[in-house]
C-alpha cells in the first residue's frame, strides 16, 4: 500500500466512526446507557447507510476523477466531461414523470433505475463515437483523445438542455420542486437499498479504472509515444467509458449531481504520490470517500433550517479550491 | 537478423500521401538519418517504421516478418520510439519517467529495474534519477525521454528530431548516447534537420523529397552537394574533411 493510500485510509478509519456520532442527535459512544432515544436504530437504519453511501459516492467520483484527468493528461479534467452524470440526472428527471404511473413498489426503484439507464445510454453513445474517433487511431494523427472528449462536451450540454427542458415542463409546481432539489444532490434519507445500489456498481467501476491505470501511465508521454509503448487506445477508451460511467452513473442514481470532488480530489493527492495516474487512482478513491464523508457530516451538523444540501456545500468548498488551484498555476508550480 | 524493412511503402495522413513507394532496408548496428525538407515525409516515414501508421501500399517488415503482424507489446519491446518534442504530461521523477519504457515489458517494479540503472547510467542521469522533470534543463530532459527508449531495451530505436531545441554541446552529447547505442549492436534511426550532423554521425542517410526517396546511400554522397541543391534548391558546399564537415549554403 503506498504512502497516499496508507493516509486517506487512516483518515477515513477515522472519519467513519465519528460522522456516524454527527447529526441532530449527538450520539455519546462513552455514555452507559444509550444517550438518545432510537440510538441504535439511528446508528443502523440511518447513518451507516447514509455514511457508507457518502464513501460509495466518493471513493468512486475520486477515482474517476483521477483516471480522467490521467486519460485527458490535464490537471482541469473532471468525470462530469464525458457527459454521464449530466445523462443520468436526465434519466432521473425523466423518472419524476413516470415514476407517478408505476405501482408504488416499484416507485422506489424508478429513479436509480432511470438515473442509471440514462447512464447506461450515454456509455453506448460515447462506445459508438469512441468507434469511430478512435478508428483511425494507429494514424498517428492524435487529436482522437480530444476529439472524443468534445463528443462527450456534446452529449454533455445535449442532456443538460433536455433536463431544462424538462425542468420548465414540469407537471406540477411539486415535482419542479422535487427535481430541482434533487439535482442539487444529497444523500439524505437514503436507505440501505441505496448502498445496495450504489457500492456494486463503484467498486466494480474501480476495478476497471485500476485496470486501466498503467496504459493511463504510458499517456503520460503523449499519444503516439504511449502507442509506440503497446498501448492500445480502443481498448483503454472502452476501459474508460465503462469505469467512469459505473462510478459516476452510480452515484447521480443515488445522490444526485455531486460536483467537485472527481476535480478536487486528485489535487489532494497527487503530491503524496510519484504524480502517475496508477498511483493516484486508489488513493484517489480513499480520499473522495473522506471528502464526502466530512462534507455530508458537515451538512448535517450546520445549524440551518433545512439542511443544507451535499452537492451544494461541495460546490461552495470546491469553487474556491478551483480558483485557487487557477492561481496557483498561473503562477507556474503545477501539478 | 532484425533488419527494419519498408518494401514499397506508401503512407497517407489526412488523405494526403505523405510517403510514397518507399523501400529501404536497415541494418542493426548502424545509425541511419532520415533528412529533407519540411513537409518532405520523414516523421510519417519514421511512423511507419515504428509500426505506428499503418502504410497505405506495401509494408514494413522486421526480421522478415511483417511489423503489422506483431502483437502490439511484442512490437513495442523491439521497436523504441521517441516522438518529437518534450512532451511529458505530469511532473514526474526522471525515474518515474525512464520506468515507463518498461510498459511493454510490465516489469518496472521487478526485473526491470536493472534495465533502467543501465538506462540512467548510459545518458548520464543517474544524478537526476528523484529530480522531478520540470526541474530539467533542456537537455536533461531529451536524456532522459531517450533514456525512457533505451529502458526499453528494444532492438530498434526510432526518434524524431531528439536534437532538435538543442543546444550544440547536448546535441553532440546525445547523438554521441545513440552512436553508442548503433556500436552496440542496435539499429538507429533518427529523423534530423541538421544536415551536418547527419553528415559526420550517421552511417547512412535517406534523403525524402515530397515523401519520395532522393537519395540513399552513405552521408558522402547522399548529401552530395547536386543533392541538396536539387532536393532543398540550395546551392551549397561541403568544408572540412570526413567526419567534421560544416556545410556553408547560399540561397
Request: hydrophobic share 55%.
Amino acid at each position: 500500500m503506498s504512502r497516499a493510500s496508507l493516509i486517506f485510509a487512516g483518515l477515513l478509519a477515522l472519519l467513519l466512526p465519528l460522522s456516524l456520532l454527527a447529526g441532530r442527535v449527538w450520539i455519546d459512544p462513552f455514555a452507559g446507557t444509550p444517550s438518545a432515544p432510537n440510538a441504535t436504530l439511528i446508528l443502523v437504519e440511518l447513518r451507516l447507510p447514509r455514511a457508507l453511501l457518502a464513501v460509495a459516492i466518493g471513493a468512486g467520483l475520486g477515482a474517476a476523477g483521477a483516471a480522467m484527468q490521467g486519460y485527458l493528461r490535464n490537471p482541469l479534467a473532471d468525470p462530469g466531461l464525458f457527459g454521464i452524470a449530466p445523462t443520468a440526472a436526465l434519466g432521473a428527471v425523466a423518472s419524476f414523470w413516470v415514476g407517478g404511473l408505476l405501482p408504488p413498489a416499484l416507485a422506489a426503484w424508478s429513479l436509480p433505475a432511470f438515473a442509471l439507464m440514462g447512464a447506461g445510454l450515454a456509455m453506448a453513445l460515447l462506445t459508438l463515437i469512441a468507434g469511430r474517433s478512435l478508428s483511425d487511431g494507429a494514424s498517428g494523427s492524435g487529436g482522437g483523445i480530444a476529439l472524443f472528449t468534445l463528443a462527450g462536451l456534446m452529449i454533455a450540454s445535449l442532456a443538460g438542455a433536455l433536463t431544462a427542458l424538462a425542468i420548465t415542463m414540469a407537471p406540477n409546481a411539486f415535482a419542479l420542486s422535487q427535481i430541482v432539489l434533487w439535482l442539487n444532490g444529497a444523500i439524505t434519507d437514503r436507505s440501505w437499498n441505496e448502498v445496495w445500489i450504489a457500492a456494486p456498481l463503484v467498486i466494480v467501476g474501480i476495478g476497471v479504472l485500476v485496470v486501466a491505470a498503467r496504459s493511463l501511465d504510458a499517456l503520460t508521454l503523449g499519444e503516439e509515444a504511449a502507442l509506440s509503448l503497446g498501448v492500445d487506445p480502443q481498448r483503454l477508451l472502452w476501459l474508460l467509458i465503462a469505469g467512469v460511467g459505473l462510478t459516476v452513473g452510480a452515484s447521480v442514481a443515488v445522490a444526485g449531481i455531486i460536483g467537485f470532488v472527481g476535480l478536487i480530489v486528485p489535487h489532494l493527492v497527487r503530491p503524496l504520490t510519484d504524480r502517475l495516474p496508477s498511483s493516484l487512482i486508489g488513493p484517489s478513491a480513499l480520499a473522495g470517500a473522506c471528502l464526502v464523508l466530512i462534507a455530508d457530516s458537515a451538512v448535517r451538523v450546520l445549524p440551518l433550517v433545512t439542511e443544507l444540501r451535499l452537492g451544494i456545500a461541495l460546490s461552495l468548498i470546491g469553487a474556491p479550491f478551483f480558483l485557487w488551484l487557477l492561481l496557483k498555476m498561473r503562477r507556474g508550480d503545477m501539478s | 537478423m532484425n533488419v527494419l524493412e519498408a518494401q514499397n511503402i506508401s503512407v497517407e495522413r489526412g488523405g494526403r500521401r505523405v510517403v510514397r513507394a518507399l523501400s529501404a532496408a536497415l541494418e542493426p548496428g548502424t545509425m541511419t538519418a532520415i533528412c529533407g525538407p519540411n513537409g518532405a515525409g520523414k516523421s510519417s516515414l519514421l511512423l511507419a517504421l515504428a509500426g505506428l501508421l499503418p502504410t497505405a501500399e506495401g509494408a514494413v517488415s522486421l526480421g522478415q516478418r511483417a511489423l503489422e503482424s506483431y502483437p502490439a507489446a511484442e512490437r513495442a519491446r523491439k521497436v523504441g520510439y521517441l516522438p518529437q518534442g518534450a512532451d511529458v504530461a505530469w511532473d514526474v521523477s526522471v525515474e518515474s519517467l525512464v520506468a515507463l519504457g518498461r510498459h511493454p515489458h510490465g516489469d518496472a517494479r521487478g526485473a526491470g529495474r536493472d534495465a533502467i540503472a543501465t538506462a540512467l547510467a548510459a545518458t548520464q542521469m543517474e544524478a537526476f534519477r528523484s529530480r522531478p522533470v520540470s526541474q530539467l534543463s533542456g537537455g536533461e530532459k531529451a536524456r532522459a525521454l531517450l533514456a525512457r527508449v533505451l529502458a526499453g531495451e528494444p532492438d530498434w530505436i526510432l526518434a524524431d528530431e531528439p536534437l532538435a531545441a538543442l543546444d550544440l554541446a547536448h546535441q553532440l552529447r546525445l547523438i554521441g548516447h545513440l552512436r553508442s547505442r548503433a556500436d552496440a549492436g542496435q539499429g538507429v534511426v533518427i529523423v534530423l534537420h541538421d544536415l551536418a550532423l547527419a553528415m559526420n554521425h550517421a552511417d547512412r542517410v535517406l534523403v525524402l523529397d515530397e515523401g519520395a526517396l532522393a537519395a540513399d546511400g552513405a552521408p558522402e554522397e547522399a548529401l552530395d552537394p547536386a543533392v541538396v541543391s536539387r532536393v532543398w534548391g540550395v546551392e551549397a558546399r561541403w568544408l572540412g574533411e570526413q567526419g567534421a564537415r560544416a556545410l556553408v549554403a547560399r540561397g
